[in-house]
Each structure stands twice: as C-alpha cells, then as structure tokens.
C-alpha cells in the first residue's frame, strides 16, 4: 500500500473572549456537550464562589497569598488582573494533563490573558472572539439577567467597549445572535482546526 497524507492529532488551546453578557459561557456548555474530545479549562481565581459555583469545577477559588505562590513557582500558562480587581489565572497542569489526553481544551479568558497565550503558544492557540450583535442587545441581555442596577449596566457596558475593541487581535469573530447559529460556528472552528496541515 502506498501510504497518502494524514492529518497529525494535534490538540490545541481555544481561546474564547468577549465581554460578559456575550454568552461565552453557554456557548461552551453547549459545544462542549457535542464534542467529546474538548474540556473546559478550569482557572484559578481570587474572587468569592457565586451562586451554585463549586471549587474544583467552575474555578479553583484561593487566596490571594495561594495565588502569588502559583505565579512565584511559575506554575501559570498566564494570568491577569481582570476589571483591576480579581486574579484569575490558567494553571499550566490542567492543559498539560488534557493535552497528554488527547484533549482540546476551550477556555474563557479576558483579552490580557488571551494575549499571553498568543505569545506563549503561537502553534497551539486558535483565539476566538465572542460577542453580541449590537449594545442595544447586550444591554437587554444584562437587564434581563436582573443582577445589575442602571449604574452597574452602564459601567458594564463602558468595559464591554473597551474589550470590543480588541477584536482584531482575535482569529476568529463569532457574532452571538442565535446561540445555536453560535454554536455550530463554534463547531466550525473546532472541525476546521482538525483538518489543518501542520507538521
Ligand atoms: P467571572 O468573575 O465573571 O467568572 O469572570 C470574569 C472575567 O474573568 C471573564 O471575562 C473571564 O473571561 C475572565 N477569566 C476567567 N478565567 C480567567 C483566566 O484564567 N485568565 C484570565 N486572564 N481571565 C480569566
């Protein structure tokens, strides 16, 4: 037999950004529940659990001294201050563990982050940018989800700029109108990033 071309397993980093209320997180949810070979990146963070939260799965929640000790042993992909306020941060283990697995690993992290990784993992980071068709709509969306008062809603919305602007330094753009039209854009990544020569 004569052997043709084949694609070489070569599992990656996708890195999804956008500002809150772009739906970043159902999205993952929901790709992640068609696509059995990618898992969520778990982050570590400084902030307080929220709601149903629970350590070890939605994040690693620690101290802000624990948090120092990951950055002094090196032992983050990358990290950043997010709003000037919490740590958050990716820890190096988890995406070696999945990577030996054989998995991809998405992740939501902010634009500083996003970067890093850029930087860190040019041949293994596909960055992908996420968000909601107009402000109009974000600001729907955030008075619907009734967590914020009219104050709050308008600094959301001043940081939600700010991070928008930062599209372009993203590879792909998905515009979050109909989340299952979302989703399956998402897929498209995912399959296209399979099929790409990279030896
Ligand atoms: P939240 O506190 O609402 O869960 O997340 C706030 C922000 O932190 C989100 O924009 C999210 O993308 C970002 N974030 C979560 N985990 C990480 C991480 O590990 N690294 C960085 N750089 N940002 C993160």
């Known amino acids: 037999m004569t052997a043709y071309p084949e694609h070489r ?12 209320g772009a739906g970043k997180s159902t999205l993952i949810h929901k790709a992640l529940a068609l696509e059995p070979n990618c898992v969520a990146s778990i982050s570590a963070t400084t902030r307080a659990p929220r709601g149903q939260e629970q350590n070890g799965v939605d994040y690693d929640f620690c101290s802000e001294e624990e948090f ?3 950055i002094n042993d090196d032992l983050l992909l990358e990290y950043a201050q997010v709003f000037g306020k919490h740590f958050y941060g990716t820890p190096k283990k988890f995406i070696e563990e999945q990577f030996a697995d054989g998995k991809n690993v998405i992740m939501d992290i902010d634009v500083q982050g996003a970067m890093q990784i850029r930087k860190r993992m ?10 909601p068709p107009t402000q109009e709509i974000l600001e729907q969306r955030l008075r619907d ?44 990544i995912l399959g296209s990033a399979r099929l790409r020569i990279d030896w």
Do not use: C, M
């Open 9 to 20: 397993s070569h599992t990656r980093l996708f890195v999804l950004s956008g500002p809150s």
């Open 68 to 70: 120092q000790a990951l």
């Open 122 to 131: 040019p041949d293994d980071a596909v960055l992908i940018f996420v968000t």
């Open 145 to 188: 989800r009734g967590t914020d008062d009219a104050v709050a809603i308008g600094k959301r919305l001043e940081t939600a700029a700010q991070e928008i602007a930062q599209w372009k330094d993203y590879d792909y753009l998905i515009i979050n109108d109909d989340v299952d039209v979302a989703v399956a854009q998402l897929r498209n």
